[in-house]
């Protein structure tokens, strides 16, 4: 197994709206390289990770097939001290795949290293491919959504060294095994890196998308970054919206049927590792609203919306959700559920 690192001055796209939803969070990039599409009968070969805030590529490279289970681990380690991975098509493969891989593997850890005692990885997964897939025009404008179709869109042929496919690297990685041929593994550590690196230049794609929209349909992180807590889904039923989600990382047991004087119902299960918060909204005239003052919200960061006066956020019209709205106000609610629920202890 081998590690690799070198420097890379990269600095990701940055804009208000992906700091509302990640700033304070350890952000990388990852792309992993398998012998195949199924994780039950392939294997995991290489893992290539991009640390923007320290500029540094990592790259794991399983030199044989039967240092997987050390490659994996080594992976992985470096992978969980991040809260967000950039990836493209992660949701439905790699963080999957390396979810399998792990289990399979019987959850091995580095020697030396704390034991594990979580899945693979608890962070969160911005997936491009599916902002630009679900919230984009680029569906209707491009002839495929493949990684190298939507960088030539975006202006980054230039950037990219490589010309081979997933498919070529697998046998150049038999290839390498069978014969020890140099060429095929810089080939292989090329084509990995290549898409990392250019996976990190093509987040500047979020511009052309409704993230407001995408972060509603996938989700976000909340609370602190600590936690690992992740909304999951946010619905709106007769005069409740209910945001669902998970805790991925530090748990708590909660029940309850008001926060302060705000009549929220909110149960946290540690056991099985989810959330749920039943937010009151005013419907009238076709129009859905949330008393932000009554939940104690500072009024000061919802003035922006043209929905918002008298300390009501209107969070849904005849035209359908208000997805900025509705995220910053779940985002704000589990912010201050956690607050109280962390001043509570103290007092205990």
Known sequence: MEHIERKEELKLYQSSALDHYFGGRSVCVLDIE????????????????YDPAKGILHQIFAEKPGEEAEALAEFLSLLRKFDVAVTYNGRHFDVPFLEERFRR??????QGAPEWTGGAWNGYDLDLYQVVSGHSPLRRLLPSLSQKTVENYMGLWSDRADEISGAESVDLYYQFVTTGDQSAKER??????DDVLQ??????????????????RMGFPAGKPCRRWQVRRIRTHRDLLIAEGVQAGERIDYRGFSMGDYPMQTRFDRHAGTFRMEIPILRQSGIAAADIRAAGLPEKEFEKYPGFGSGFLVVEEQNGVKYREVNHLVKGLVDRFEQMNMEIDEWN
Do not use: Q, W
């Open 34 to 49: 398998t012998t195949g599409l199924s994780a039950e009968k392939s294997r995991f070969i290489l893992g290539g990770l």
């Open 188 to 193: 292989i550590l090329l084509h990995n890196s």
């Open 105 to 110: 593997n019987g959850g091995a850890v580095p």
């Open 199 to 216: 996976l990190s230049r093509l987040m500047k794609v979020l511009e052309k998308c409704d993230l407001h929209r995408a972060m509603y």
